[in-house]
């Protein structure tokens, strides 16, 4: 795909953009390869592509410019606003609604925040499309000031934009490179946007982590469930399982599953889908997983393991407690190739039987594997 912001110079986020989509599959599949060195036995799937455009389903826009002119995008190494609003990568649901955004700004006299001098209000604005275009939008904003701003000239922005259905403020009133704060206040609508993928009814809450690529994440939750139901185990774990797309993928009837996630908000979307799937089978709870592992008995192991760390893998001592445990399979999703080779060498007791790369952020040199472990 071509890009006139990358051809401007104007951003350099896509560090792929311009080399034809084949050969950034062969050139992901080739460093994962690399990566995991020769495994003896080691099956390669087809490496999954899905759109090479439109594909990402939540855009984090910084605003700069004034509240006259405001710019979504990114900010330049003096910290200006640089507008991408027109970026090719976001799906189209998003980046149609950015011009309503940028009008609303201005109407509601948000001034955006300013970097060099450390003044002005709205800092982010973040969107999160569903595959049926509805939309949740987040305002990331200092003070209460800004809150109360947005909240009165809400009605208008919903009435010219009824697809968003959710809309919150996050304060951030610190001074810091962060992309939102812990506070978030509820504006507008449902507590959760309803996100399809394959077949699952994830919920998403504002502050949950969820996939990229919605497309691609449903590729990979249906490889997950392809090779859980061919190993057939009577109880599963699903690690760091955010809003619980490998655990509701794993849902067969007998088995037991549990998903375990740092964050408090994601557990609680999470559980919401698995009631309303009516899986009684699939239990989440919210803490830390290298610490809920260490804590377990044998006995209360399962027979499979998934693991979907963020991109510092699982680190030293969960992969040292994986290498003992009483499972009999892992399956193992990275978002860092990097960090699973790794892992991998901290677990000699386990060996990848299957590999499959997944495309999950095309234009980049950034991707999902997800691969299969069985006991060497
Ligand atoms: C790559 S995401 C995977 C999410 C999920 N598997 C999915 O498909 O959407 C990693 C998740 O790990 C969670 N996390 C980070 N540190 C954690 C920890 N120490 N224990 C448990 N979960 C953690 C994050 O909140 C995030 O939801």
Same mark, same amino acid.
């Given at each position: 795909?071509?890009?006139?912001?990358?051809?401007?110079?104007?951003?350099?986020?896509?560090?792929?953009?311009?080399?034809?989509?084949?050969? *950034?599959? #062969?050139?992901? *599949?080739?460093?994962?390869?690399?990566?995991?060195?020769?495994?003896?036995?080691?099956?390669?799937? $087809?490496?999954?592509?899905?759109?090479?455009?439109?594909?990402?389903?939540?855009?984090?826009?910084?605003?700069?410019?004034?509240?006259?002119?405001?710019?979504?995008?990114?900010?330049?190494?003096?910290? %200006?606003?640089?507008?991408?609003?027109?970026?090719?990568?976001?799906?189209?649901?998003?980046?149609?609604?950015?011009?309503?955004?940028?009008?609303?700004?201005?109407?509601?006299?948000?001034?955006?925040?300013?970097?060099?001098?450390?003044?002005?209000?709205?800092? %982010?604005?973040?969107?999160?499309?569903?595959?049926?275009?509805?939309?949740?939008?987040?305002?990331?904003?200092?003070?209460?000031?800004?809150?109360?701003?947005?909240?009165?000239?809400?009605?208008?922005?919903?009435?010219?934009?009824?697809?968003?259905?959710?809309?919150?403020?996050?304060?951030?009133?610190? %001074?810091?490179?962060?992309?939102?704060?812990?506070?978030?206040?509820?504006?507008?609508?449902?507590?959760?946007?309803?996100?399809?993928?394959?077949?699952?009814?994830?919920?998403?809450?504002?502050?949950?982590?969820?996939?990229?690529?919605? $497309?691609?994440?449903?590729?990979?939750?249906?490889?997950?469930?392809?090779?859980?139901?061919?190993?057939?185990?009577?109880?599963?774990?699903?690690?760091?399982?955010?809003? =619980?797309?490998?655990?509701?993928?794993?849902?067969?009837?007998?088995?037991?599953?549990? =998903?375990?996630?740092?964050?408090? #908000?994601?557990?609680?979307?999470?559980?919401?889908?698995?009631?309303?799937?009516?899986?009684?089978?699939?239990?989440?709870?919210?803490?830390?997983?290298?610490?809920?592992? *260490?804590?377990?008995?044998?006995?209360?192991?399962?027979?499979?393991?998934?693991?979907?760390?963020?991109?510092?893998?699982? =680190? #030293?001592?969960?992969?040292?407690?994986?290498? #003992?445990?009483?499972?009999?399979?892992?399956?193992?999703?990275?978002?860092?190739? $990097?960090?699973?080779?790794?892992?991998? $060498?901290?677990?000699?007791?386990?060996?990848?039987?299957?590999?499959?790369?997944?495309?999950?952020?095309?234009?980049?040199? %950034?991707?999902?594997?997800?691969?299969?472990?069985?006991?060497?």
């Amino acid at each position: 795909m071509d890009c006139a912001y990358f051809d401007a110079g104007r951003c350099r986020s896509c560090t792929l953009m311009g080399v034809p989509h084949p050969q *950034q599959l #062969e050139l992901k *599949q080739g460093r994962t390869a690399q990566l995991l060195g020769a495994v003896p036995g080691l099956r390669w799937d $087809e490496p999954f592509a899905g759109a090479e455009a439109g594909f990402r389903n939540r855009a984090k826009m910084v605003v700069g410019g004034t509240w006259r002119k405001p710019t979504l995008g990114i900010l330049d190494a003096e910290g %200006h606003g640089v507008d991408l609003r027109r970026c090719g990568v976001i799906d189209p649901a998003i980046t149609d609604i950015l011009p309503a955004i940028a009008t609303f700004i201005r109407v509601a006299r948000l001034h955006p925040y300013d970097v060099p001098t450390r003044r002005g209000e709205l800092k %982010h604005v973040l969107v999160t499309a569903n595959p049926r275009g509805e939309l949740m939008l987040r305002f990331v904003v200092r003070s209460q000031d800004g809150v109360d701003a947005i909240r009165a000239d809400l009605p208008g922005l919903l009435q010219r934009l009824p697809q968003v259905l959710v809309v919150t403020a996050n304060l951030l009133p610190q %001074h810091i490179a962060a992309l939102e704060g812990a506070q978030e206040v509820h504006l507008s609508g449902p507590a959760t946007l309803d996100m399809p993928v394959g077949g699952l009814h994830l919920r998403l809450r504002p502050q949950g982590f969820f996939q990229t690529n919605t $497309e691609v994440a449903a590729a990979l939750y249906a490889q997950a469930a392809e090779w859980i139901n061919e190993a057939a185990p009577a109880s599963v774990w699903d690690l760091y399982c955010g809003v =619980g797309g490998f655990a509701l993928s794993a849902a067969a009837p007998g088995r037991q599953v549990l =998903g375990v996630e740092i964050s408090a #908000e994601a557990v609680e979307g999470a559980r919401a889908a698995a009631s309303q799937a009516m899986l009684d089978g699939v239990r989440f709870r919210s803490g830390d997983a290298t610490a809920f592992a *260490q804590g377990s008995s044998a006995d209360e192991q399962p027979e499979l393991i998934v693991v979907n760390p963020p991109r510092r893998g699982l =680190g #030293e001592r969960l992969a040292s407690w994986l290498n #003992e445990c009483a499972a009999s399979t892992v399956v193992y999703s990275s978002c860092n190739a $990097e960090s699973l080779a790794k892992d991998l $060498e901290r677990m000699p007791g386990w060996r990848p039987v299957r590999a499959r790369v997944m495309d999950m952020f095309p234009q980049t040199d %950034h991707f999902e594997v997800i691969t299969l472990l069985r006991r060497a």
